[in-house]
């Protein structure tokens, strides 16, 4: 099949076996808004619980034009809480990584971007969200962008 494996470093969250990779500097942000995210119950914004894949780094398989997200076992089902630290969380092994989000200042993002922004990850274009990571609303903001996702016609690039 030609896999091939990168290690990334960033957050990875997951909607229904559907993933986000939560990418930033260290300490901007990215364990936090996982947490809050994890924290949220199911509404009908969203298709179910959010679980935690990774957290710090990740694994990323290339399977045709598909990715896959993995924690190392080192790591799988830990957390970074900032003043609390490492923390056990619930979490799925995998799940296939349909989002990039990158971590951004206010007002560096778009109201309405058009284009929608892609970013490339391991040959692959996935769509870009860019969100403010303390916003009150960016868990929620970036669970409905997940869920989203998954009711736009996929491409077969």
Request: glycine residues 8%.
């Amino acid at each position: 099949m030609g896999d091939a494996a990168e290690t990334h470093h960033g957050t990875v969250i997951a909607l229904a076996g559907n993933a986000v990779l939560i990418r930033g500097v260290s300490g901007s942000g990215k364990s936090d808004l996982a947490l809050r995210c994890l924290a949220l119950a199911p509404t009908a914004l969203t298709t179910g619980p959010a679980m935690l894949v990774a957290d710090d780094y990740v694994t990323v398989t290339r399977t045709g034009d598909r990715l896959v997200a993995e924690a190392p076992a080192t790591i799988r089902g830990k957390l970074e809480v900032r003043g609390i630290g490492i923390v056990t969380v619930p979490c799925q092994e995998r799940a296939e990584l349909v989002l990039i989000a990158d971590l951004a200042a206010p007002e560096q993002i778009e109201r309405l971007p058009d284009p929608a922004p892609t970013a490339e990850l391991g040959g692959v274009k996935l769509p870009l969200l860019h969100i403010a990571p303390f916003e009150a609303s960016a868990p929620i903001k970036l669970l409905v962008a997940l869920a989203e996702r998954f009711k736009r016609p996929q491409s077969s690039n």
